[in-house]
């Protein structure tokens, strides 16, 4: 199993979708760690919860968490600045082994502020397709792969470290990871599961005076199948009954509706309606008028208007050539002068002064033509007539014939709502009729609902003969089964004993193998290899021993903080060695008490070594310029990411690169 993408959304510090790529570098299997720098508060243990929060849902034990319910966790998790229409998400994709072939699973988990019911939404995607049947049984898909139990040795921070070196006694934490690890807890869960079988079985064998039972159920199916008798005629009773009443409730309201109930219930409403209509059509009179009252009545002369348009064209020509007369003779005169002047042919000149003369006599006709004009008009009466029969005379009569057509719908609509409110009750008649009709309603919805109940309770009484037929049955077969009860009882009590001889044995096997791996670990991470010779855990406590070349007891208060924490993670990667499973390291704070030589060692021993997938987040401090430059040198970094934290906005951004 290898992580291969983390993307946050609006969860915790991280506004936004955030994207991390954890795939380790396929082609070197040198280079397993993902590092991410961040200071604290920075959102590195944020990261650590989103992983077990995508992996295990509401059972994740995440480090904010405390004893809030799911759905308060939730809630605490979507990032402040998240805008009201959007939601916090989370997304983990990894690698998997599946029949020898390579699958990619996407858990996707979504949720808003105060999620319905307290649960988020999770999304199974397998190869980029959904997958209905691993969504449905993915906590025991995950428990297989990854369970909850050990996760704590694969998914661990500093401060674990820290309380797992510090305590004699293993914390509960892994306590119970390694009981889960060792295969301990089976044995434990089914004494436990013996021991309700005990109970079960001497309280079923207690059973006594059989023929008195059988008695007594012979006699409580009797008085059953009395009661489903009576509660059938009643049935059929009110079948009876509701049919009529449904026939009364329909001649009811029909009689309501024809004699004017129901015109009569909506009687305000329709005299209001009838007002509004009215008032608009007031309104559309008056418009009406307004119109009538300007230019509206000339459209019923509009071809007399075109007429004395063309008549006025005809006038103002007229007087524009006999104002320009005066003028064209002077200038035909100068004209002839210049032609003279210049030497033309005196052919030509004639010829021009002969068409001049006639142009001339043309137009004195038409001026002297005093019988055309007769109306006197000038040319801004002219523009005032042309703005009428262009513009505003067609409008008029636009708005005219619309504000008629809608004068005309509204008359038709107030006089058909006048015969409604004419043919309405009155309102003692209103009274009368509404009264039978919600009489008859009512006596139909009670009728209804009795007769649910009793169809519900014939159901109930169907399942109770049913029940008690087959208790009947199986009396006979009961017995038979109280003498085998009594054998299992008999015989739990030596499974119990063989099981704790079996439990003791396998844990001793489990334990040496526990022991042969941490021993290894831990002189393979303390520079002092010579110090401790072999490491023994207690198969009751799970407490470590150290022994030194001679076997004697070394007291653990010998052993520096550092040395400490060095034997908390060989304990953790002993672990990790002994479950077999190839799984993802993730390691938040890890270096916060060693010293510069057992930092070396962790940096050179523990972190390239530990597994095919390290994740390390890590401060500044901790995996500092010179720790970084021997991961880099060795080559055993594919990947590095800096949590940029913003604390004046509470936001954090994923960026490529380390602090240095």
């Given at each position: 199993?290898l992580?291969?993408?983390?993307?946050?959304?609006?969860?915790?510090?991280?506004?936004?979708?955030?994207?991390?790529?954890?795939?380790?570098?396929?082609?070197?299997?040198s280079?397993?760690?993902i590092?991410?720098?961040?200071?604290?508060?920075?959102?590195?243990?944020?990261?650590?919860?989103?992983?077990?929060?995508?992996?295990?849902?509401a059972?994740?034990?995440c480090?904010?968490?405390?004893?809030?319910s799911?759905?308060?966790?939730?809630h605490?998790?979507v990032?402040?600045?998240?805008?009201?229409?959007?939601k916090?998400?989370?997304?983990?994709?990894?690698?998997?082994?599946?029949?020898?072939?390579?699958?990619?699973?996407?858990?996707?988990?979504?949720?808003?502020?105060?999620p319905k019911?307290g649960?988020?939404?999770?999304?199974?995607?397998?190869?980029?397709?959904?997958?209905?049947?691993?969504l449905?049984?993915?906590?025991?898909?995950?428990?297989?792969?990854?369970p909850?139990?050990?996760s704590?040795?694969?998914?661990?921070?500093g401060?674990?470290?820290?309380?797992?070196?510090?305590?004699?006694?293993?914390?509960a934490?892994?306590?119970d990871?390694?009981?889960?690890?060792l295969?301990?807890?089976?044995?434990?869960?089914?004494?436990t599961?013996?021991?309700?079988?005990?109970t079960?079985?001497?309280?079923?064998?207690?059973?006594?005076?059989?023929?008195?039972?059988?008695?007594?159920?012979?006699?409580?199916?009797?008085?059953?199948?009395?009661?489903?008798?009576e509660?059938?005629?009643?049935l059929?009773?009110?079948?009876?009954?509701?049919?009529?009443a449904?026939?009364?409730?329909?001649?009811?309201?029909?009689k309501?509706?024809?004699?004017?109930?129901?015109?009569?219930?909506?009687?305000?409403?329709?005299?209001?309606?009838?007002?509004?209509?009215q008032?608009q059509?007031?309104?559309?009179r008056?418009?009406?008028?307004?119109?009538?009252?300007g230019?509206?009545?000339?459209?019923?002369?509009t071809?007399l208007?075109?007429?004395v348009?063309?008549?006025?064209?005809?006038?103002?020509?007229?007087?524009?050539?006999?104002?320009?007369?005066?003028?064209?003779?002077?200038?035909?005169?100068?004209l002839l002068?210049?032609l003279?002047?210049?030497?033309?042919?005196?052919?030509?000149?004639?010829?021009?002064?002969?068409?001049?003369?006639?142009?001339?006599?043309?137009?004195?006709?038409?001026?002297e033509?005093?019988?055309?004009?007769?109306?006197?008009?000038?040319?801004e009466?002219?523009n005032?007539?042309?703005l009428?029969?262009?513009?505003?005379?067609?409008?008029?009569?636009?708005?005219?014939?619309?504000?008629?057509?809608?004068?005309?719908?509204?008359?038709?609509?107030l006089?058909?709502?006048?015969?409604?409110?004419?043919?309405?009750?009155s309102?003692?008649?209103y009274?009368?009729?509404?009264?039978?009709?919600?009489?008859?309603?009512?006596?139909?919805?009670?009728?209804?609902?009795?007769?649910?109940?009793?169809?519900?309770?014939?159901?109930?009484?169907?399942?109770?003969?049913?029940?008690t037929?087959?208790?009947?049955?199986n009396?006979t077969?009961?017995?038979?089964?109280?003498k085998?009860?009594?054998?299992?009882?008999?015989?739990?009590?030596?499974?119990?004993?063989?099981l704790?001889?079996?439990?003791?044995?396998?844990?001793?096997?489990?334990?040496?193998?526990?022991?042969?791996?941490v021993?290894?670990?831990f002189r393979?991470?303390l520079?002092?290899?010579?110090?401790?010779?072999?490491?023994?855990?207690?198969?009751?406590t799970?407490?470590l021993?150290?022994?030194?070349?001679?076997?004697k007891?070394?007291?653990?208060?010998?052993?520096?903080?550092?040395e400490?924490?060095?034997?908390?993670?060989?304990?953790?990667?002993?672990?990790?060695?002994?479950?077999?499973?190839?799984?993802?390291?993730?390691?938040?704070?890890?270096?916060?008490?060693?010293?510069?030589s057992?930092?070396t060692?962790?940096?050179?021993?523990?972190?390239?070594a530990?597994?095919?997938?390290?994740i390390?987040?890590?401060?500044?401090?901790?995996?500092?310029?010179?720790?970084?430059?021997?991961?880099?040198?060795?080559?055993?970094?594919?990947?590095?990411?800096?949590?940029?934290?913003?604390p004046?906005?509470?936001?954090?951004q994923?960026?490529v690169?380390?602090?240095?």
């Open positions: 199993m992580f291969r993408e983390l993307v946050l959304e609006n969860f915790g510090s991280y506004l936004g979708k955030n994207i991390i790529n954890l795939l380790p570098d396929s082609a070197s299997e280079r397993p760690i590092l991410i720098g961040g200071m604290n508060g920075g959102g590195k243990t944020t990261i650590m919860d989103a992983m077990r929060l995508a992996l295990y849902g059972r994740a034990q480090s904010t968490r405390g004893n809030l799911y759905g308060d966790f939730l605490q998790c990032s402040r600045q998240t805008p009201l229409t959007e916090a998400r989370i997304e983990l994709a990894f690698q998997v082994a599946d029949e020898g072939e390579l699958q990619e699973i996407r858990i996707v988990r979504y949720w808003e502020r105060n019911d649960k988020d939404t999770l999304g199974i995607l397998v190869n980029d397709w959904a997958d209905k049947t691993l449905n049984t993915w906590d025991e898909y995950i428990e297989n792969l990854l909850l139990g050990i704590n040795l694969f998914l661990f921070d401060e674990q470290v820290k309380e797992l070196a510090e305590q004699e006694t293993p914390p934490v892994v306590f990871a390694i009981q889960s690890l295969g301990l807890e089976l044995a434990e869960r089914l004494a599961d013996l021991d309700v079988l005990v079960r079985k001497r309280r079923d064998s207690a059973t006594s005076k059989q023929s008195a039972a059988i008695d007594e159920i012979e006699s409580r199916l009797e008085q059953q199948q009395v009661e489903l008798t509660l059938t005629s009643e059929d009773r009110l079948d009876g009954k509701l049919t009529v449904i026939e009364q409730e329909r001649q009811a309201f029909d309501f509706v024809l004699e004017g109930g129901k015109i009569a219930a909506q009687g305000q409403e329709l005299d209001l309606t009838a007002k509004a209509i008032t059509i007031d309104r559309h008056q418009e009406l008028a307004e119109l009538a009252a230019s509206l009545p000339l459209g019923l002369i071809p208007l075109a007429e348009r063309a008549q006025g064209a005809i006038e103002i020509r007229h007087q524009q050539g006999k104002a320009a007369l005066d003028l064209l003779v002077d200038r035909d005169r100068r002068d210049f003279d002047r210049q030497q033309i042919v005196a052919e030509k000149i004639a010829d021009v002064r002969a068409f001049l003369a006639t142009e001339n006599q043309n137009l004195v006709r038409e001026v033509l005093e019988s055309s004009v007769y109306l006197g008009i000038d040319a009466v002219i005032q007539l042309d009428m029969l262009k513009s505003e005379l067609g409008r008029d009569i636009g708005l005219a014939s619309n504000l008629q057509t809608q004068l005309t719908k509204l008359e038709t609509e006089d058909f709502l006048d015969r409604q409110i004419a043919e309405a009750a309102p003692e008649e009274s009368r009729l509404k009264h039978q009709e919600t009489t008859a309603r009512e006596l139909v919805t009670k009728l209804r609902a009795d007769k649910i109940s009793n169809d519900r309770q014939a159901t109930e009484l169907d399942r109770s003969i049913a029940k037929k087959q208790e009947l049955a009396y077969e009961k017995n038979i089964q109280l085998n009860d009594r054998h299992i009882i008999d015989s739990i009590a030596k499974v119990k004993a063989t704790q001889v079996f439990k003791a044995k396998l844990t001793l096997k489990k334990i040496n193998k526990l022991e042969t791996e021993t290894e670990c393979y991470l520079h002092k290899s010579e110090l401790v010779q072999r490491v023994t855990i207690d198969s009751t799970f407490t021993s150290l022994h030194d070349r001679d076997g007891l070394l007291p653990k208060h010998r052993l520096s903080a550092g400490k924490q060095l034997l908390a993670i060989a304990l953790l990667w002993g672990l990790a060695r002994v479950s077999g499973r190839q799984l993802p390291i993730a390691i938040d704070t890890p270096l916060g008490r060693l010293d510069s057992h930092r060692n962790l940096i050179e021993r523990y972190f390239p530990a597994s095919e997938q390290v390390l987040l890590s401060t500044d401090t901790e995996v500092a310029e010179s720790e970084v430059a021997n991961l880099r040198e060795q080559g055993a970094i594919t990947r590095e990411y800096l949590l940029d934290h913003d004046s906005q509470q936001r954090t994923v960026k690169g380390y602090f240095w």
